[in-house]
């Protein structure tokens, strides 16, 4: 399957946006059973980062320190797809996001280098 993500825009700061990342071509479930789902940011001129992993078979998920609290990551296995709700987004939260899949477990699929499939991206900016 392919991810393709979706739901990006421009925002103010303090709203709320739901990221999401639907398969195309095979489902989630055929490909991805037993993958970690992972979301990232990309800012201009920085690392990509992580931000939240989620286990698609099970749901375990995962954050990265500075989003606990703002971000929250789920998954809807009926609709194949996977959500990254984005709450109080500040202009430092700008960026592309990717959606990705990790053939490792998420309690440890943290980097970029854990994941070897990966979305297009979705460009969310926030003005301040």
């Known amino acids: 399957a392919q991810l393709v993500e979706s739901g990006g825009g421009l925002v103010q700061a303090g709203e709320t946006l739901t990221l999401s990342c639907a398969a195309s071509?095979?489902?989630?479930?055929?490909?991805?059973?037993?993958?970690?789902m992972g979301w990232f940011r990309q800012a201009p001129g920085k690392e990509r980062e992580f931000l939240a992993v989620?286990?698609?078979?099970?749901?375990?998920?995962y954050y990265a320190d500075p989003v606990k609290g703002r971000f929250s990551i789920s998954r809807d296995i009926g609709k194949d797809s996977v959500f990254l709700r984005l709450a109080d987004l500040q202009p430092e939260d700008t960026g592309i996001y990717f959606c990705?899949?990790?053939?490792?477990?998420?309690?440890?699929?943290?980097?970029?280098?854990?994941?070897?499939?990966w979305g297009q991206g979705t460009l969310v900016t926030v003005s301040s």
């Open positions: 990705a899949a990790s053939p490792f477990i998420a309690l440890v699929a943290k980097t970029a280098g854990h994941y070897d499939h």
């Open positions: 071509g095979r489902s989630f479930s055929a490909d991805f059973s037993n993958f970690a």
């Open positions: 989620i286990q698609w078979n099970d749901g375990d998920a």
